[in-house]
């Protein structure tokens, strides 16, 4: 029987093969005993996890490109992003799946609040903007004074979250961000 490896944040508590019998720890009922290779589940955990990966990356082409534009158009972007399959999970868990509309996102960084409600103007302007996701964050006077414009747009059937904010909004909200997953915001 082996023991789990002491670094409880290595990605092979989860993709790896601990007892090396052919199932993935994740769906290993016994992941310590080369003996005993039983499924927990009919469902594969680390099959669906690749799927859930696959679907994210599939919003890579589309936010590169919208990020390009904005760019070319003299926005401050800063490098999109694809949410981690970990956090799309841990965010699954919170919302229906299909209601997720930030697995991809850019940030917009502006020097004032009316500079922001500019760029959702040029964004309704350029992208589908779904009109129901435009989200005043500014005016809800978030924990640790975390303020911005979060806007979905749709792009080839993806969907994506555009943050506008001031970068100093921005960089102190770095620090609260673990925080804030945590809920101790």
Same mark, same amino acid.
């Given at each position: 029987?082996?023991?789990?490896?002491?670094?409880?944040?290595?990605?092979?508590?989860?993709?790896? @093969?601990?007892?090396? @019998?052919?199932?993935?720890?994740? @769906?290993?009922?016994?992941?310590?005993?080369?003996?005993?290779?039983?499924?927990?589940?009919?469902?594969?955990?680390?099959?669906?996890?690749?799927?859930?990966?696959?679907?994210?990356?599939?919003?890579?082409?589309?936010? =590169?490109? $919208?990020?390009?534009?904005?760019?070319?158009?003299?926005?401050?972007?800063?490098?999109?992003?694809?949410?981690?399959?970990?956090?799309? $999970? =841990?965010?699954?868990?919170?919302?229906?799946? /299909?209601?997720?509309?930030?697995? /991809?996102?850019?940030?917009?960084?502006?020097?004032?609040?009316?500079?922001?409600?500019?760029?959702?103007? #040029?964004?309704?302007? =350029?992208?589908?903007?779904?009109? @129901?996701?435009?989200?005043?964050?500014?005016?809800?006077?978030?924990?640790?004074? #975390?303020?911005?414009?979060?806007?979905?747009?749709?792009?080839?059937?993806? #969907?994506?979250?555009?943050?506008?904010?001031?970068?100093?909004?921005?960089?102190?909200?770095?620090?609260?961000?673990?925080? #804030?997953?945590?809920?101790?915001?």
């Amino acid at each position: 029987m082996s023991c789990p490896p002491k670094d409880t944040k290595n990605r092979s508590l989860i993709a790896g @093969d601990f007892d090396k @019998d052919g199932t993935k720890n994740i @769906d290993d009922k016994y992941p310590f005993d080369k003996k005993r290779s039983e499924q927990k589940d009919e469902l594969s955990l680390a099959n669906e996890m690749r799927i859930i990966r696959k679907r994210a990356l599939e919003h890579r082409g589309a936010i =590169n490109k $919208i990020q390009h534009q904005i760019k070319q158009d003299g926005y401050n972007v800063s490098k999109a992003r694809l949410k981690t399959t970990t956090s799309i $999970i =841990n965010k699954w868990r919170r919302k229906y799946f /299909a209601n997720i509309r930030d697995i /991809a996102g850019i940030r917009i960084y502006v020097d004032s609040q009316e500079e922001a409600w500019q760029v959702v103007d #040029y964004l309704k302007a =350029n992208y589908n903007v779904i009109p @129901d996701e435009v989200e005043d964050v500014f005016s809800q006077g978030r924990a640790g004074g #975390y303020g911005a414009i979060h806007v979905i747009i749709e792009e080839d059937g993806n #969907y994506f979250e555009v943050q506008i904010s001031t970068k100093e909004i921005f960089e102190k909200a770095k620090g609260m961000h673990t925080k #804030y997953k945590l809920g101790q915001l």
